[in-house]
């Protein structure tokens, strides 16, 4: 007589069909995909960022092509480099990628976002300072005279001047007065002091609404690894000694960088 078979026993855990084990490992993948997808969209999110840096603006802070993990949480302050969305017309038409793919994974962070619509420069004048050119070239904020020399560009042991056309602001409220650390190649704040609009040097101001966050390292390529620190320079720099004007104050600009 045959040994009868218990029913039972053909469903217990390990005696499935390969097709089963299959399926079972396709969902299990799918999950896991899924779930880093969501980890990756929130770390992008609410976390950091990468950019990659698309001129020689920033030079030698930054080179061509750098890889920059951009902070969004802990803010940031006078002297620190800041990734911002183009606050009006400051960029020149472009061309935004269509491959899908690489859309996608930007998206989640997976690649750096190497989209056109971002800036990235370093922070001069906080809302409320007081930001002037000196009679000798360089920089004063709140009647203190920066010293750049830390992180300015420099050429065969030649550095730029801080600046080269004068002027004399206060930063309005909510916005941010910013400048490229190679002064020579960065059409920045400083450049749209002397617009002319229906408020005179509005678009010279970053809104800090518009600030994606803070550069906090390179991460790529591997032989320019660094993180940032805030140059020694603007720990001297006082507060404003005044509420930030709800207009930008020009008390002198004239056309130019």
């Given at each position: 007589m045959e040994p009868m078979t218990d029913p039972i026993d053909d469903a217990r855990p390990g005696t499935r069909s390969f097709g089963g084990r299959l399926l079972g490992w396709l969902t299990e993948g799918v999950l896991i995909l899924v779930g880093a997808v969501v980890i990756a969209t929130l770390l992008r999110t609410f976390v950091g960022q990468m950019f990659v840096i698309p001129s020689g603006s920033m030079e030698n802070t930054l080179q061509v092509n750098d890889r920059v993990l951009v902070a969004k949480f802990g803010g940031f302050q006078r002297g620190d480099v800041v990734v911002f969305e183009d606050p009006g017309e400051w960029l020149?038409?472009?061309?935004?990628?269509?491959?899908?793919?690489?859309?996608?994974?930007?998206?989640?962070?997976?690649?750096?976002?190497?989209?056109?619509?971002?800036?990235?420069?370093?922070?001069?004048?906080?809302?409320?300072?007081?930001?002037?050119?000196?009679?000798?070239?360089?920089?004063?904020?709140?009647?203190?005279?920066?010293?750049?020399?830390?992180?300015?560009?420099?050429e065969n042991g030649i550095q730029v001047a801080p600046v080269t056309v004068p002027f004399d602001i206060v930063v309005p409220a909510e916005r941010l007065f910013v400048m490229g650390d190679h002064r020579n190649a960065s059409a920045d704040s400083r450049c749209r002091l002397a617009e002319v609009s229906q408020t005179p040097g509005d678009r010279a101001f970053v809104p800090v609404s518009k600030v994606v966050g803070a550069a906090v390292a390179i991460v790529a390529p591997l032989d320019r690894l660094a993180t940032f620190s805030l140059p020694q320079t603007f720990f001297d720099v006082p507060a404003a000694d005044a509420p930030a004007p709800e207009e930008p104050e020009l008390i002198h600009v004239e056309p130019g960088c």
């Open positions: 020149a038409p472009s061309t935004p990628s269509t491959n899908p793919v690489k859309i996608a994974l930007e998206f989640v962070g997976v690649l750096p976002n190497s989209g056109t619509e971002h800036l990235i420069k370093r922070v001069i004048g906080m809302p409320g300072d007081h930001v002037r050119s000196t009679d000798d070239g360089k920089i004063e904020v709140n009647g203190a005279v920066l010293d750049e020399t830390a992180y300015l560009y420099s």
